[in-house]
């Protein structure tokens, strides 16, 4: 089977003017045979996510009238307004919506559901869609739209920005991208109003971005980012966030944005395998976006000079938003238009820069997570997740049942480029049950093609071995397709074992239940409420390559050696030296320092291609 919404990267998309031209083109036509006399531009079968939707199809007919002066336009553009303007704006207090401060407000707002009482937990987000859609619809329809029209549209904006800002909690589902989406709104509409009016809404905004969404970042794998549904990062929602922080840097100038989406697009490039998969997050593990990231990773990916548009988005949505039946809807159409708007290409060269959280070279990468264990490991086109055994997640040495990779204590890390060859050490202290300290180094080699990875203890008791990843998912083309195969060498003993009990936590990658399904049927919640990363950590077992021991090894060590993406045979040899232990494979030799490091306690790393 093939996962559901990881298919081609966004760069993929072309993105000259003469494609976004033929887009826009394509979204008129639509638009013009759906349009109803009442001026309704809605999808037919939407029913949820619509309160802001007519309007973005008419901020699509604004942006093509200004680019074409196509006729047909300014009269469709006029019954789109009108229509939001007169069926699509509610003021009368949602029956059961949890999250204002002040009833009967009298201020306007959009619904996520028409009907009244209907989900209500959704209209503070569509009303910060709409406001994106009528402020984009301010900035490009003035000849057409009369100024009656205009003067209520600019007046409605405002309300929705109050309601937003006064009236409810801010931000009330913790959602970073729809935080700042907000602000956006406000600096872009702050434009539109008298001028002290203006700076008011214009100091709110970035009053709000400080106090509310900057203050409250949350740091993973060294970087501070906006919080996403409770957690740091969300594989949908992260891009999206950062098309967000660009659109504000763009219309602010302001250089907190710009630092801020930096940050956010440096730690996506590490996290982010060469092939552009990624997994996790604390509302969707495998949902990706589409063209709602494009504004983001195209624009911060040229500030930091990294390819971030092999992110592998949605491209069922890699123009706009879509129904089941592949039409146009309206949903998150002030992306698009801001896409359109922006002269900025794609940066397709990757950083060369080392990066503590990832290993890359060539068609290799290895992402690590907070603690410096792997995250997800791709060679040779596919991608392993860690593995878990008795409750335990993580790529490392087992003994007896325990992972030996949670650190008690600091993590040293050193980065190499040497003849070609890119390589990681990694040094942890860790306790065992038997609350002894010991050191795993664990060596990560790569050039370009395969992955060796060495990993290296005091000598343990009883039976032990290595961890060595859940092979998940491999490239088929443009789609990424389930796997439960390996193009795994192991220099001692190599299994690749099944849970023997079935049961949702016993997550075995020859069936078709995906990870992120597996991680929502483990959560507290409903799908797309729960948190799939805290669902996944409850699983007690997975597929898992088992390596054993290396032979040859030192009498006090025990050696670990497996190679990832390439077939044969794979028979390093060691030596402990008082320098340090050496590695020789039929690649390269290596030497790694001793446990206890230089005088700085920093470990030592030598290496040199054979």
Partial sequence: M?????????HDLPDTPEAYGAVLADVVEQALARLTPEGNLEHPDCVDDVGDTSLGVTSLLALAWQRTKDPRLPEAVRRGLRFHLRERVFTQD??????LRRRGS????ARYVLEDGAHPIGDWPSTVWALLQAVNILGTADPIVPDEDRRELVELAHGYW??????TFFNPQEAGNQAIGCVVGGLMLADHLPAEEGESVRARAMSLYAGEIRARRVRDRGALLPPEHGGAYDNNYGPISLSFLAQAHKVSGEPVFAEDGDALARYLDARLTVGGFDIGGPRYSEQHSGFEAVLGLRHFGRRIGA?????RGDTRWGRHAVGPDGALDGHFAFMLVWQ????????RTPSRN??????????????FDQRMTPSLVEAAGTYYLPAAVNRQHGFGPVVDGFLLSRPMGEVRVRDLESDGLSAKLVTKPVVGRDHVLRHVRSLYVTDGVSLWTTVAVERLDGTPYLLAGLPYATDDGDRVRRTAEAAVTSAGPLTLTHPRVDGVDHF??????TQELAAFALAADPRGYGNPDEGWRHLVASTALEAGPAPGAPQDLHVFAVRYGSPGPLAPTFADTPAGLTIRTEAFTALIGNPAGDDRGEPALELRRR
């Fill in 354 to 367: 080392p990066v503590r959280h990832q290993l890359r070279a060539g068609t290799v990468s290895v992402a």
């Fill in 106 to 109: 009298g201020l306007p707002y």
């Fill in 162 to 167: 109050l309601w937003l800002t006064d009236a």
């Fill in 94 to 99: 949602n029956p059961g919506y949890p999250n």
């Fill in 508 to 513: 075995d990658a020859r069936s078709e239940t």
């Fill in 340 to 347: 359109i708007q922006d002269a900025t290409r794609w940066h």
């Fill in 2 to 10: 093939h996962l559901p919404r990881q298919l081609g990267p966004l």
């Fill in 307 to 311: 390819d971030l548009g092999r992110y």
